[in-house]
C-alpha cells in the first residue's frame, strides 16, 4: 500500500496530508469579495461539495446561492448605500442573475454590477495580485493543512486581512488616482 503523507527532510512538516495518494491534486475553489478596507465575505467549494452537487466548477448557480446568502447580508451589516458590485467577465457572473440573488438575499443597495474588462482584473482589482499572493503565502505558512481543515483556514485568512494589506494592494491598481497604469510595461 503506498504511503498516505509526502516525505520530507528532517525538521520540516509536509505541505498537504492526504488521505489517498492520487496523481493530481484536488482542486478547491475560492471566492472572495472585498470593499475598500476588509474582507465581507468568501466562500471555498471543496472537492467534496463539487462531488455532491455533481458539478466539475463554480457555476452561476454556486456564485447566486452564495450572494444571497452570504454577500448581501455582509453587505447589509455594512450599511452602504448605493454601491456597486464589480466582478470579471466570467460567465458565472451574470448580471441580471446576480442582482436578482443580492434582492432574494434583502440587499438593495446595489446601483449596478459592473465588470472588468478582460485581461485588465491585474491592473484594477486588488484581488488579483497582490492580495492572492500574500494570502497564498500566508496559507502555505501554516501546517499542517489537511482536506478537512483546508476551508476553514482559507476563510481565517482571508477574513484576518488588515486594512493595510488591502489599501497597499490598491497601490497597484489603475483605480487609484495618479497610477501608473502603466507600471509593468517597458517604455517604448
Known amino acids: 500500500m503506498p504511503p498516505l503523507q509526502t516525505l520530507v527532510a528532517p525538521g520540516h512538516e509536509p505541505l498537504i496530508i492526504v488521505e489517498k495518494p492520487s496523481r493530481y491534486a484536488e482542486r ?19 472537492p467534496t461539495d463539487r ?12 456564485v447566486n446561492e452564495w450572494i444571497r446568502k452570504k454577500l448581501a447580508p455582509a453587505i447589509n451589516r455594512l450599511c452602504i448605500e448605493n454601491f456597486y458590485l464589480i466582478c470579471d467577465k466570467s460567465r458565472a457572473h451574470n448580471k441580471r442573475n446576480i442582482i436578482q440573488a443580492l434582492k432574494a438575499g434583502k440587499c438593495q443597495s446595489v446601483i449596478d454590477v459592473c465588470y472588468m474588462s478582460t485581461a485588465s ?54 483605480t487609484i488616482r495618479g497610477t501608473n497604469v502603466f507600471y509593468d510595461k517597458p517604455c517604448a
Open 28 to 46: 478547491y475553489d475560492f471566492i472572495g469579495a472585498i470593499n475598500g478596507s476588509q474582507a465581507i465575505a468568501c466562500m471555498t467549494l471543496t
Open 51 to 62: 462531488k455532491n452537487r455533481d458539478i466539475d466548477g463554480v457555476r452561476k448557480e454556486i
Open 121 to 174: 482584473a491585474k491592473y484594477v482589482s486588488p484581488l488579483d495580485n497582490p492580495i492572492w499572493h500574500s494570502f497564498r503565502e500566508a496559507i502555505r505558512s501554516q501546517h499542517p493543512l489537511t482536506t478537512a481543515n483546508l476551508p476553514s483556514i482559507l476563510s481565517k485568512n482571508f477574513f484576518s486581512l488588515s486594512e493595510q494589506e488591502i489599501k497597499n494592494a490598491y497601490r497597484k491598481c489603475a
